[in-house]
C-alpha cells in the first residue's frame, strides 16, 4: 500500500514511483481527462503508453498527474520560463538634469539621451534647476519641459506634468509602444552603463 506524504522538497517535479501519494488525478499528453485513479494505476497507464507519469501540481487533493514524456515535457517547460523571462522588463527611472537657460546644442545633446532611454523602455525624470533669479521665471521653465515632451512625443510621453519641487521643476516621462507593441529590447550604451539611475548635469 502507497503512504501519503508530503510532497518532495527536491528541486523538480516528482515522477513515476517517487510520486509517494495514494491517488492522482491523471491527464493524459494531449490533455484529455482520465479522473482520479489509484497511483499504481496511472503508473501501468503510464507505462502502457511509455510514458512517464509527472506530478504537475502536487499542493492539489489529489495532486495533479500527467502522463507524458518527461524530458520533452521539461524541455518545453524550460522554454516557456525563457520566453517569460525575456518578457519580463525591469523599469528604471533615468534623471537628465537641465538649466532653464540652457543652450541649443546642449538641448540637443541632452534630448538624444533621454530619446535613447525611452526606446530602451526607461522611465525618464527631467529636473529643471532654477537659481536665484530664475525663481521669477517658472513659466519659461515650463515651457521649455512642454517643448521637451513635444519633441519626444515619438518615444515618450508624459507620465507625470510638470511639477515643482523646491527650487527644481520635474518632469517624467515613459516609453510609449514601439511599432511591435513593446518597448525596444535593452541594449548597454555610454549613456547607460548600469541600471542605477543615471544622471547628466550642465
Not at 510532497?7 to 499528453?29: A, C, D, F, T
Not at 532654477?130 to 515651457?143: I, K, P, Q, T
Not at 511591435?180 to 535593452?186: I, L
Request: a positive charge; glycine letters at 6%.
Amino acid at each position: 500500500m502507497i503512504r501519503e506524504r508530503a510532497p518532495s522538497r527536491e528541486r523538480g517535479p516528482r515522477i513515476n514511483e517517487r510520486i509517494g501519494v495514494r491517488e492522482v488525478r491523471v491527464i493524459l499528453e494531449d490533455g484529455q481527462q482520465l479522473g482520479v485513479l489509484q497511483t499504481r494505476d496511472a503508473l501501468a497507464k503510464a507505462k502502457e503508453l511509455g510514458l512517464d507519469l509527472v506530478e504537475v501540481a502536487p499542493t492539489e487533493r489529489p495532486p495533479v498527474c500527467r502522463i507524458v514524456d518527461f524530458g520533452k515535457w521539461k524541455y518545453e517547460q524550460a522554454k516557456k520560463a525563457k520566453v517569460a523571462r525575456k518578457r519580463q522588463h525591469q523599469v528604471v527611472v533615468k534623471e537628465i538634469k537641465m538649466r532653464p537657460k540652457i543652450e541649443t546644442h546642449d538641448y540637443e545633446f541632452k534630448k538624444r539621451h533621454i530619446e535613447e532611454f525611452l526606446s530602451q523602455g526607461d522611465k525618464v525624470k527631467i529636473t529643471l534647476m532654477f537659481r536665484g533669479r530664475e525663481m521669477a521665471h517658472l513659466d519659461l521653465g515650463r515651457s521649455l519641459l512642454d517643448q521637451l515632451a513635444t519633441d519626444l512625443e515619438d518615444v515618450g510621453k508624459v507620465e507625470a506634468p510638470p511639477r515643482q519641487e523646491g527650487r527644481n521643476m520635474v518632469l517624467l516621462l515613459m516609453p510609449v509602444a514601439t511599432s511591435k507593441g513593446k518597448a525596444s529590447k535593452r541594449q548597454p550604451s555610454a549613456a547607460a552603463s548600469s541600471d542605477r539611475p543615471a544622471t547628466e548635469s550642465t
